[in-house]
């Protein structure tokens, strides 16, 4: 059986034991506590006709006493007969009004008793008005007092009678009501245990079954996990692994279309190396040699020298650097780093390059590399946009500045032809170019190589006026704060 089918089976049993218990509290109301009550009134009733003989035997002593007694000793037994009337009428008055419930036996047994008690009570009042006579009328008087001695065999009798028939029914309906209680409660208990057996040692079997499957459940998916999560570490490296290949291949690009600039860059040092060697060597050849301008050309050959070995390094740097580095660096060094790079290209454009760089930006975290290939790939951008649009003035951005959250956003922007909308959509696009000779590939790279390092890229154009590249990167944690001055590489 499936659970939900167990748990309708539960659900229709747990109406039933409801039922059940129902059914049990209605019977404790409509059997029990009618015979709680009853009983309850049982006590008073055998106390009250209990009495009325004590009560009886009092008159009839008090009577005697006064036919007896003369004087003082009259008059009190006089007075006790008078109180001892008043509260055996009120009590015969009790038991004739009963409670309502009172058995056939009972009534009939009072009806009995009636006339012994008339004729008592009558006799005590006529005792009590041939007393009160003046003068008393003692033959009257000795009368009374005859009757009721005559009748207190009778009453007593008679009495006893309704005491036993009181008692018996009150012995009745106490086996009755302990019938109902065992009743009762023998189906209480055998609810109790179907209740048990029925619901709640199934209910627990289901729940320590769920639990079991919950359990095993859990396993599998924390199996599930682990191996989904390998597969993803794995998925991760591939993916590292491939931006670390496509990032090389468009940076060696990006070196070939900047070739020429390259060679106008180096010439310019390589030549001044051999002017300066030559000018040494004529100098050097006279007979007295102007030594102090020997010296001065070579400090300048060494300092042409030491230029052209820095423009072959960051070449030579931004080509062959492999595997993904994840370290601290600094926001303008990497900015100075791609200008340097592409100096040649810059002054050969004739563009005015104004340089922003906000102070005290924190410190980030990746590979400076690949960040310094997506300044180089946006600056080289900008600098196509502003050939092809041929604007008067061109004029190139570059920004950096404090980003919310603590991080710092790159800005590389132009005065040049704009990107309309619909490119605008599809300029992230790999594969995607508007230059006839160009693979597409560049932005794509860039906005890849941001997002691998948690960052955000941002394009705004208007066309024939402007255009801004963006892209955020986080700060790093504090305790890669430690970035001892620009990148070093």
């Known amino acids: 059986m499936t659970s939900a089918a167990m748990i309708d089976v539960f659900e229709r049993q747990y109406r039933a034991a409801l039922a059940v218990v129902m059914l049990l509290v209605l019977g404790d109301r409509l059997l029990v506590q009618p015979y709680l009550a009853r009983l309850a009134t049982d006590a008073p ?6 009495r009325q003989r004590m009560l009886s035997q009092r008159l009839a ?3 005697l006493e006064f036919d007896r007694g003369r004087g003082a000793e009259g008059g009190e037994a006089l007075g006790e007969v008078r109180r001892v009337l008043d509260l055996w009428s009120e009590s015969h008055d009790r038991l004739l009004r009963g409670d309502g419930r009172d058995g056939r ?4 047994a009072l009806a009995a008793l009636g006339p012994s008690f008339v004729a008592m009570r009558d006799a005590a009042r006529r005792l009590l008005d041939s007393a009160s006579a003046d003068p008393p009328d003692a033959a009257t008087a000795r009368e009374a007092v005859a009757a009721i001695l005559d009748h207190e065999g009778e009453y007593l009798r008679r009495m006893d009678r309704v005491v036993g028939l009181y008692e018996e029914e009150a012995r009745g309906r106490i086996a009755t009501f302990r019938r109902i209680g065992w009743a009762l409660a023998g189906m209480t208990l055998a609810s109790l245990v179907a209740i048990g057996a029925l619901i709640f040692r199934p209910a627990a079997k289901l729940l320590r079954r769920q639990v079991d499957e919950l359990a095993r459940a859990r396993d599998e998916l924390e199996a599930r996990v682990r191996e989904r999560t390998k597969e993803l570490e ?5 993916h590292r692994s491939l931006l670390e290949q496509v990032s090389h291949a468009g940076r060696a690009s990006t070196v070939g279309e900047m070739a020429s600039a390259l060679a106008h860059e180096l010439n310019q040092p390589l030549g001044a190396v051999a002017n300066y060697a030559e000018g040494c060597l004529i100098a050097l050849e006279k007979p007295e040699p102007p030594l102090e301008e020997v010296r001065g050309a070579l400090r300048q050959l060494r300092d042409a020298t030491l230029r052209a070995g820095r423009i072959i390094g960051h070449v030579r740097r931004f080509v062959t650097r492999h595997g993904p580095s994840l370290e601290p660096f600094r926001a303008e060094a990497a900015v100075n780093d791609a200008i340097e ?11 005015a390059v104004h340089l922003d760089m906000a102070p005290d930006l924190p410190c980030l975290v990746g590979d400076p590399v690949q960040i310094q290939q997506v300044l180089v790939n946006l600056v080289g951008n900008a600098l196509d946009s502003l050939a092809q649009s041929q604007v008067p003035n061109p004029r190139l951005v570059i920004r950096t500045t404090r980003s919310n959250p603590d991080g710092v956003e790159f800005e590389v922007g132009d005065n040049g032809e704009g990107i309309t909308p619909e490119i605008l959509s599809r300029i992230f696009d790999a594969y995607f170019s508007t230059r006839a000779d160009g693979m597409g590939m560049g932005l794509a790279i860039c906005r890849t190589i941001v997002e691998a390092h948690q960052g955000r890229f941002f394009v705004e154009s208007e066309p024939g006026v402007s255009t801004t590249f963006r892209f955020q990167i986080p700060a790093a944690p504090p305790d890669h704060e430690r970035a001892d001055g620009p990148h070093r590489g």
């Open 105 to 108: 036996a009972v009534r009939e």
């Open 341 to 351: 790079i592409l100096r040649g290209r810059l002054q050969a454009s004739g563009a």
């Open 45 to 50: 009733l055998i106390n009250v006709s209990g």
């Open 61 to 63: 002593k008090a009577a």
């Open 234 to 238: 794995a998925a991760r490296e591939r």
